[in-house]
């Protein structure tokens, strides 16, 4: 067995067995971002479904790779990089298997993606991102303001499916071992529940990824984003 293949599945055994604990289901995303097409090929004949990627241009290259068309028929892509809207039309008319954008961050952006999804006559599951921290580099809705984007997208956007949250814990979290960005991100998720009344466990939670993935399930994550410590350090 390969190094890769032997990290991740004793990172795919690990989660499911801190979400057994929790008793929810947590959605493993491969981040792949930088990393090959054959070693993507190679977790998805371990098993692996769902993995993310950043850039724009390199998810439709992989996503259309040859090899991947044939060799990884039901994959499933999930974006979790910052979305320019100058990048909208290409990402829902070029990227193949695209299952998710996790990183809606703003009325423009949705309404935007609604619009070309519209034109195509079909859906896309999307999870707000929310800036659970005060690192100025960091994109995302603030916490007082994402009701207002999730209430547009309920009433105004019916090509877009909402399926939760989704942050990335600051760094200062992780050097602290602290939880406060992920209890942001589940107060959000109460806050939204009391306004909405969608049921609890059909919001998704989207945190955690190398660094403080095994802090984030138990504080009650259901997706984490993995890279790094599955394929290695990125160069
Ligand atoms: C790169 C990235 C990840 C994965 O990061 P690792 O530390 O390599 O696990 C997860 N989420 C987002 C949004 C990322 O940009």
């Not at 801190?18 to 792949?32: D, F, H, Q, T, Y």
């Not at 371990?46 to 060799?71: C, M, P």
């Not at 603030?142 to 999730?150: D, M, R, T, W, Y």
Request: glycine content about 4%; hydrophobic content about 35%; overall charge negative.
């Amino acid at each position: 067995m390969s190094e890769l293949v032997e990290r991740y599945q004793k990172i795919r055994d690990e989660v499911n067995n801190l979400s057994k604990e929790n008793g929810r289901n947590v959605c493993l995303i491969a981040v792949s971002k930088t990393k090959s097409i054959e070693s993507i090929v190679e977790l998805y004949q371990s098993g692996q479904r769902d993995f993310g990627e950043n850039y724009v241009n390199e998810l439709e290259k992989k996503s259309t790779d040859s090899l991947i068309k044939s060799q990884c028929p039901e994959i499933r892509w999930h974006f979790i990089g910052h979305l320019q809207s100058n990048k909208v039309s290409r990402i829902l008319s070029r990227v193949e298997n695209l299952q998710s954008i996790q990183t809606i961050d703003s009325i423009e952006l949705a309404q935007q993606l609604n619009k070309h999804l519209q034109q195509q006559s079909r859906k896309l599951q999307i999870l707000l991102q929310i800036k659970t921290s005060n690192e100025e580099q960091k994109s995302g809705l603030s916490p007082e303001n994402f009701l207002h984007v999730f209430n547009e997208i309920n009433s105004n956007c019916q090509q877009l499916i909402f399926r939760g949250l989704m942050t990335i814990g600051s760094m200062d979290n992780v050097n602290n071992d602290d939880d406060s960005d992920f209890r942001v991100l589940i107060r959000c998720r109460d806050d939204l529940i009391e306004k909405s009344e969608i049921p609890i466990d059909q919001i998704e939670l989207s945190m955690g990824m190398s660094n403080d993935y095994q802090r984030a399930i138990r504080a009650g994550s259901t997706i984490v984003r993995i890279g790094s410590s599955i394929f290695g350090s990125r160069a």
